[in-house]
Each structure stands twice: as C-alpha cells, then as structure tokens.
C-alpha cells in the first residue's frame, strides 16, 4: 500500500495561527557617529507560543494485487516553544529625543514537538468470499521531541524614546522564522524600558 500509493505523503496539515504573551529582556552594545547610532543586541523572551491542529485525507484505491484499499491517514502535530532569543545587528537614526532602528540576526529557541501519525482503513480481497474479504486495519505511531532546539533568523524595526536622564521607552515589532523540525514563524511585538550605561 504505501510503496504504491505512498500514504506518508500525503499532503495533510496546513497553517495555523495562535496568540501568545510573554516576557523578557534585553542587553546591547551601542556605537554613534554623528546621528547614526550601530550596536548589538541579545533579546531574551519566555512565554507559550506555538499550535496544534489535526488533519485527514481519505482516498479508495486498487493495488496492482487487486486488492481494494480505503484508506484513511490522519495527523496531529502540535509545537510549544517556551523560551527564544536572537543575537541580532542593529542599526539606527537619532532625530531629536526618538531613535528609529533596524536589525536583523539569527535565532534560537526551545520547543516540544510532538507528531502523531494514524493510518487506518479497509483492504477487500477479491478473491475471498464475503464478509471474510473485509480486513480493517490500522497503524499509528507519535514522535516527540522535548526541549529541542530549534534555529532560524529574525529582522524586524522598532524605535527608542528618551524618557528621562538614561532612561528610555523602546517600541519594538519583531519577525522570527524557525527553520527546524515545524517551519513556525513568531511575529512579536514588544514594549519595555531600558536603561542606558
């Protein structure tokens, strides 16, 4: 069945989309020339982000045999990433009290992965006298991976304010592609204080 009909590839699952909060910090070296400002940055988040979904197909089908196959293949796959940072390059322009920024870097982050395969179904023999010619069957198997890590890039553009003295309001929106294991993209959008030494 599977070296005809090749039933692990069937295209089951799509996109899924979730909301999730979380918390965390950030630490940098900053250059400036003029108003052009250069640095590099660690950000650190913690929180719940990821999803889940469930998926099937169904097809009938006849094996060169002359066996007839229906078949159905169903999947489940959920990814919860608790922890992520990116190193990233930045770069920026001071106008006055504001200082508007780019930057780009790679990223890294923790996950449980956990996949779960069922293919099930009825096979009829053709050549055996009913109802012994129905023979059900069904096969699964689940996967997990627990703390893995998992790799990509981010960019994304923010801006600085000057509160008082060293203190600054930082406003920031943040695109993270993992690239591993479940391709997952994470759009953060951040706002916290930061101190400047």
């Not at 956990?114 to 069904?138: E, K, L, M, W, Y």
Request: glycine share 14%; net charge negative; with cysteine.
């Amino acid at each position: 069945m599977e070296q005809e009909q090749q039933v692990s590839s069937w295209p089951v699952m799509g996109k899924v989309s979730t909301r999730g909060t979380g918390f965390g910090g950030f630490v940098g070296y900053n250059s400036q020339w003029d108003s052009v400002v250069l640095g590099l940055e660690f950000s650190y988040l913690h929180g719940q982000f990821g999803g889940s979904q469930t998926d099937s197909m169904s097809r009938f089908f006849t094996l060169a045999s002359g066996y007839t196959d229906g078949v159905t293949y169903q999947s489940t796959a959920r990814m919860a990433i608790s922890d992520m940072g990116t190193f990233r390059a930045r770069a920026g322009y001071a106008v006055g009290s504001f200082l508007p920024y780019m930057f780009g870097g790679v990223a890294l982050g923790q996950a449980d992965i956990v996949r779960t395969a069922t293919i099930f179904g009825t096979q009829v023999n053709p050549n055996v006298a009913p109802p012994f010619n129905d023979v059900p069957f069904s096969v699964s198997g689940t996967v997990g991976q627990y703390s893995h890590l998992i790799y990509g890039y981010s960019g994304g553009v923010g801006v600085d304010m000057m509160l008082v003295s060293c203190l600054f309001l930082r406003a920031e929106w943040e695109y993270i592609r993992f690239t591993s294991a479940i391709d997952t993209d994470v759009n953060t959008f951040r706002v916290g204080l930061g101190y400047k030494f």
